[in-house]
């Protein structure tokens, strides 16, 4: 695809405005990479410039990250790390507002925990941040009501009453059955179109992975360590977890649980 020579915005820019999407190792902002970005710069007067980096995250890419971007580990096995070029980045963000597509949530946090890493100033205050995925969600609501105005062409009048919401629910889910002739056919195929976006998870696994049959830490200053590990070295954050009033029941015995073990081997 060739790049446009100008694009025109219809507001004016007091100084230029830098659109950022990033692929990268995995979602984890604090411990993940990035493996590709590219910087779409459109000047005051419209002219436009696009820059395209790959990096060598010095680390493995998800095999989920590359189902979804394509990049695997031996793509940029060659490429130089973030470090260096991100001085050069940062120059050339420097003058420039912001933009991207979930750029608020992700893209942003993510390039600013490279540039720390890095030992590169930049500082997003005082810029300007647009994100095409908050207007859309803004403008386009996503509840109930807003799919049954989509799908069934009609107001949801029951709405926030257990009854009318499953009534409807029903129907709008027949109706994108109808709409979308490629989605899956059976409940179980229906499952797994889901779990491709959004799988889920109890309390549990949000906390934990089963590894070599034990649990190891998901989130947390602890990610990566497993469950006994901690248990043994820092009791005190054990501690702090069951001192948590909405902490799940399922998590609060599998933490009292590593404790008793430590304390009975103690």
């Known amino acids: 695809m060739e790049p446009p020579d100008e694009i ?17 190792t995995g979602l984890r902002i604090g411990r993940d990479r990035i493996v590709e970005l590219a910087v779409l710069r459109i000047s005051p007067t419209g002219d436009v410039t696009e820059k395209v980096r790959r990096f060598n995250p010095e680390m493995p890419i998800a095999p989920e990250a590359t189902a979804v ?9 060659d490429e130089p790390p973030f470090p260096a070029r991100a001085r050069s980045l940062a120059e050339l963000l420097d003058p420039c507002d912001l933009a991207g597509f979930n750029i608020r949530r992700f893209d942003l946090p993510m390039l600013l925990a490279e540039f720390r890493r890095s030992g590169v100033r930049f500082d997003p205050r005082g810029r300007r941040i647009v994100d095409a995925q908050t207007i859309f969600h803004r403008e386009e609501p996503r509840d109930l009501e807003a799919a049954a105005r989509y799908y069934l062409g009609r107001e949801h009048e029951d709405a926030h009453t257990a009854l009318g919401d499953i009534r409807t629910t029903a129907a709008v889910l027949a109706a994108q059955l109808d709409r979308y002739p490629h989605l899956p056919r059976s409940i179980a195929g229906l499952s ?4 491709e976006v959004q799988p889920f998870e109890t309390e549990l696994e949000r ?4 590894r070599d049959g034990g649990l190891v830490f998901r989130r947390g200053k602890h990610r990566g360590r497993p469950l006994h590990e901690v248990a043994r070295l820092e009791p005190d954050y054990l501690s702090w977890m069951l001192s948590l009033d909405d902490l799940d029941s399922e998590v609060r015995d599998a933490v ?6 430590d304390e009975d081997r103690g």
């Open 69 to 77: 971007h394509g990049i695997r580990d031996e793509d940029v096995a």
């Open 256 to 261: 009292e649980d590593a404790r008793a073990v």
């Open 192 to 195: 797994s179109y889901c779990d």
């Open 207 to 210: 906390w934990f992975e089963a």
């Open 8 to 24: 025109r915005l219809p507001m004016e820019l007091d100084r230029p405005l830098a659109v950022l999407d990033l692929e990268t």
